[in-house]
């Protein structure tokens, strides 16, 4: 295994075991709302501590850029891009769909991928040229062709309310066409999920940069496409993504396009 990916891989599962032993403890949790519909608790920040703690160990002069704890190092050429509990309100419901997702950038290409589901004991992983995996067995995207019989992933744009009208403009517009369109809660599962093909495809507007980082490496590793609205790669930055395999993700991009509008860039 890869030497960055195997100490991601060893901080993702160190950080997931954090998260099992409080499964059974919710209504102890303390929860504080950081934004409208966004919430962090002690399990999100001693997830998040535990993994910063093994990539500094490892390699001390690396950047990191983390969901709660912010930004370290930037002038690094090495970034890790951290969400210690992607889908922290599922957790909060024991609704069972959420995940540690670890990334690594090298001069602003993703390197190294981890996507761990505790819950399920899933952990996915990705190293640049070398492919895409599910627990150690290589995962491709689906072979489905279009959007006919598709089955899609989305995420509704909660943080960003003012951008719901043109969701639901594309949604009206994949939906008369997929076979079913699920909105699980997790932007790494989805992603992953699409590199595994479990879905055909993927899509969401104002995603940030530790929710995509890592499964975006794993679609694109896993044979897929991945950008941005725009077509282009800056899907990091616009938060904006469209995701899925190769002979669905043209037609899902020429579908939403038309209802985007310009202030998503």
């Not at 957790?91 to 990334?103: C, D, E, K, R, W």
């Not at 940030?208 to 975006?216: L, Y």
């Not at 002979?247 to 020429?254: H, N, T, W």
């Amino acid at each position: 295994m890869h030497p960055m990916l195997n100490i991601a891989t060893g901080a993702a599962r160190d950080a997931g075991n954090i998260i099992l032993r409080h499964i059974d403890k919710l209504d102890r949790l303390k929860i504080e709302v950081k934004a409208q519909n966004d919430f962090v608790t002690q399990v999100d920040r001693k997830a998040e501590e535990v993994i910063i703690e093994a990539l500094q160990k490892a390699y001390p002069q690396h950047g990191i850029l983390a969901e709660e704890s912010g930004a370290y190092n930037e002038d690094s050429e090495y970034k890790w891009i951290i969400d210690p509990l992607d889908g922290t309100t599922n957790f909060l419901h024991g609704f069972p769909q959420y995940a540690v997702s670890i990334g690594l950038q090298l001069k602003g290409r993703m390197e190294v991928a981890v996507i761990f589901d505790p819950i399920k004991n899933e952990l996915f992983t990705a190293a640049r040229g070398d492919g895409a995996q599910l627990n150690g067995k290589r995962i491709r995207v689906t072979e489905h062709k279009g959007i006919k019989g598709s089955l899609l992933g989305t995420g509704f744009p909660f943080k960003h309310p003012q951008h719901l009208d043109t969701y639901m403009d594309t949604f009206k517009a994949v939906h008369p066409q997929a076979a079913g369109i699920r909105r699980a809660g997790s932007a790494a599962l989805d992603l992953a999920y699409v590199a595994a093909g479990r879905l055909d495809g993927f899509w969401e507007i104002g995603l940030n940069a530790w929710d995509m980082a890592a499964g975006v490496l794993l679609v694109r590793e896993a044979g897929g496409i991945v950008t941005d609205f725009s077509g282009e790669g800056d899907y990091l930055n616009t938060g904006n993504v469209i995701a899925g395999a190769n002979r669905v993700y043209p037609a899902l991009y020429e579908t939403i396009k038309p209802h985007l509008t310009s202030d998503l860039k």
